[in-house]
């Protein structure tokens, strides 16, 4: 845990709820052990996307169309969202939820290899969200900085890995230092890249809120 516990739940109390369909959506999730956003980085990703108003939205993770569905409420009309999922079984909750929400006509759903669509896509995006195999970030980032433009926005999401991320590699089990130095390299570079501009943020697992440098081009 990154934030003290007492601080986490008076923050969760302020929660007002997500809708009745996202709520729902939550609580399956959980009872089912599949990953979504945890509340306090759901808040921050809805204000970002607020406050930046983008036309194009990448998502990298969709799962069962949680976040997607929390972007879609409160992107502006004309903003659409392509979403990239792998697993057969989440693909199909996520299609369905997109159908219960009627946002099918600005979510995009491709299936496959994130790596593999990274490739193939053409943008540019005005807003990624990365929440997917977290060992993979690294390797997915040469495609998403060629997807921004000047002025764009990348929020990575669980990049502090609950607060495991600083122990040793010894502290962590065999299987997650191999993410954990992943990681490690892609903070870095996302702080030390000149083209980028970061904060990381410790929110539920720890986000990363990147943002190209550069004039952004006149509307």
């Not at 659409?80 to 099918?104: Q, S």
């Not at 495609?143 to 890995?161: F, H, K, T, W």
Request: proline content about 5%.
């Amino acid at each position: 845990m990154i934030v003290d516990e007492r601080v986490r739940d008076y923050i969760h109390s302020l929660e007002p709820g997500q809708g009745s369909l996202c709520d729902g959506i939550a609580r399956e999730a959980e009872a089912g052990n599949i990953p979504i956003i945890k509340k306090e980085t759901a808040a921050l990703l809805k204000t970002l996307i607020t406050a930046k108003r983008p036309g194009a939205i990448l998502e990298v993770g969709t799962a069962v169309g949680y976040s997607a569905l929390l972007m879609a409420g409160v992107m502006p009309d004309f903003c659409r969202i392509t979403t990239i999922e792998k697993y057969e079984p989440r693909i199909l909750a996520a299609r369905e939820n997109f159908r219960k929400a009627g946002v099918g006509d600005k979510v995009t759903l491709l299936e496959g290899d994130a790596g593999e669509i990274l490739q193939s896509l053409s943008g540019p995006f005005d807003f990624i969200f990365m929440d997917a195999a977290k060992g993979q970030y690294l390797h997915w980032l040469p495609n998403i900085l060629r997807l921004m433009e000047p002025g764009a926005m990348l929020l990575s999401d669980n990049v502090l890995q609950e607060g495991t991320i600083v122990q040793s590699r010894y502290g962590v089990e065999r299987r997650d230092r191999t993410i954990h130095a992943r990681m490690r390299e892609y903070l870095y570079r996302l702080r030390h890249m000149e083209e980028l501009e970061t904060a990381i943020v410790p929110v539920g697992d720890g986000v990363a809120v990147s943002v190209m440098k550069g004039e952004p081009r006149p509307a």
